[in-house]
């Protein structure tokens, strides 16, 4: 029977199941932690919120963060690798003329609360708004020309392009990588004692069949790399 202490609430932002790459990432890791016998109650919240309730303790983990993402809240912990690798592509529509050798002349959105692609945004000087919304929210963005480009996880493009074939043909992606981030487990420290239960289900997952993961399984770290 398992006990009180070894359920855990796993945060998602909210929407997470309209964009299939994401609902493989939090589905992959909830069913890694539930196979070493932790129930895992699923909880949505918008992006803004998610991983500040998980710092004051109102829930339990994130399924997957950035590790420049996680630094920024005092009171959680990361598994000791990387669940996952992502790329970040820029992503615009055909019939808007975009010069990606003169990129900083155009406007473009990501969404809230990434370190890592903000650092690399900052670096580089580009024009950029950060969005409290999900990816399928951020595409709407483009759609509507609000926005010049949009920069997201190349796994989340193609479920997207997948959603919609229309889509598919109508935009364009970078061929280059605007910048590559390992994506850790992420846990309040309340929870510390059950990293060690968890990450080994992480790691048996990540040696084991990811067929039902289509959109991601490239991208998981089946290697076990430490970064």
């Known amino acids: ?3 009180k202490a070894e359920s855990i609430s ?7 199941k309209d964009v ?23 909880i949505e919240l918008p992006r803004k919120r998610n991983a500040a309730e998980v710092n004051n303790g109102t829930f339990d983990a994130l399924p997957i963060r950035g590790l420049e993402d996680a630094q920024e809240f005092p009171n959680v912990i990361t598994s000791s690798i990387p669940v996952a690798f992502t790329n970040f592509r820029m992503m615009w529509l055909k019939d808007k003329t975009v010069n990606g050798s003169e990129i900083h002349k155009y406007s473009g ?9 903000q650092a690399r945004v900052k670096k580089v000087g580009l024009k950029v708004t950060e969005v409290n919304v999900g990816y ?11 926005v010049d480009y949009v920069i997201m996880p190349e796994e989340i493009i193609e479920s997207l392009k997948a959603a919609s074939p229309k889509l598919a043909e109508g935009v364009q992606v970078s061929e280059s990588i605007f910048v590559r981030t390992p994506l850790y487990f992420t846990m309040h420290k309340k929870h510390k004692d059950l ?9 048996k997952s990540l040696k084991g069949d990811l067929s039902k ?8 770290n089946v290697k076990l790399e430490k970064e």
């Open 1 to 3: 029977m398992v006990s």
């Open 10 to 16: 796993l945060v998602a932002t909210t929407g997470y």
């Open 109 to 117: 959105a990501i969404v809230l609360n990434n370190a890592t692609l």
């Open 195 to 203: 990293m060690v239960k968890i990450e080994e289900g992480l790691r």
């Open 136 to 146: 399928a929210e951020l595409l709407k963005l483009l759609n509507s020309k609000r």
């Open 213 to 220: 993961y289509p959109f991601i399984r490239h991208s998981l």
């Open 20 to 42: 299939e790459a994401y609902k493989e990432a939090v589905e992959f890791v909830a069913d890694s932690i539930q196979s070493v016998g932790i129930t895992v109650k699923l």
